[in-house]
């Protein structure tokens, strides 16, 4: 059995939001996993979001009929995502991943379409181009936030910013300890962290 505390869960969330949400859901490593998958038809697409999720982006995928048509493919529309019955539910970047990446969505079992993002996400760290492309948008980005007069508030969406800390700074960070980050969430959300995403985001013991 695995016991979290609601505190644990809420330490997760932000971390979370740090390193997957934020990361996996930034332009520029989209356009390296889309790099690394050229034959597959569907492109991500950000919308702005309704009031219900706060009014931030929707990711969402599209992709060109037959007939020159746009097919739009969405994780609320498909009834995977449902802010009404699992109130923390802000992982459509992760629900598009995994429909680009044609991996399974196991639709009315949401503890094990997390597991399934989890192990995709474990996948696509252990590959070297989308590793090597990390680090190297890493060092862009500490070489962007040295340059930044101290005074600067940082608005740059490009700048990753560290919701873990209350300011929210720029995400100063090595890639080696980048990588530890995501690799820690990752285990932690596979063994409680997934319980924050269902029904009111509270923690149960693991039966």
């Known amino acids: 059995m695995n016991i979290c505390t609601d505190k644990d869960l809420e330490q997760f969330s932000i971390e979370h939001y740090t390193y997957i949400n934020q ?11 889309q790099e690394m998958h050229p034959k ?10 309704d009031e219900a999720f706060e009014n931030s982006n929707h990711h969402i995928l599209e992709k060109k009929g037959k007939n020159g048509e746009t097919i739009k ?11 009404y019955i699992n109130k923390n539910d802000t992982l459509c970047q992760s629900y598009s991943l995994l429909k680009y990446l044609n991996r399974p969505i196991m639709k009315g079992d949401m503890k094990e379409i997390q597991l399934e993002m989890v192990r995709m996400y474990k996948h ?12 190297g948008m890493i ?10 007069k101290k005074k600067i508030h940082y608005q740059d969406n490009s700048v990753w910013k560290d919701h873990t800390s209350i300011s929210k700074p720029p995400l100063k960070i090595d890639f080696e ?8 969430v990752l285990e932690k959300w596979e ?17």
């Open 23 to 33: 990361i996996f859901g930034d332009e520029g490593v989209r356009e390296v996993i």
């Open 40 to 49: 597959v038809e569907w492109k991500f697409v950000v919308e702005d979001a």
């Open 73 to 83: 493919w969405c994780s609320v529309d498909e009834g995977y995502q449902n802010i």
């Open 124 to 135: 696509l760290l252990k590959q070297e181009k989308f590793k090597n492309e990390l680090c």
């Open 139 to 148: 060092e862009i980005m500490q070489d962007k936030i040295k340059n930044k």
């Open 177 to 184: 300890t980048l990588y530890y980050n995501i690799e820690n």
């Open 191 to 207: 063994k409680y962290g997934y319980l924050y995403f269902i029904n009111d985001g509270k923690c149960t013991i693991n039966e």
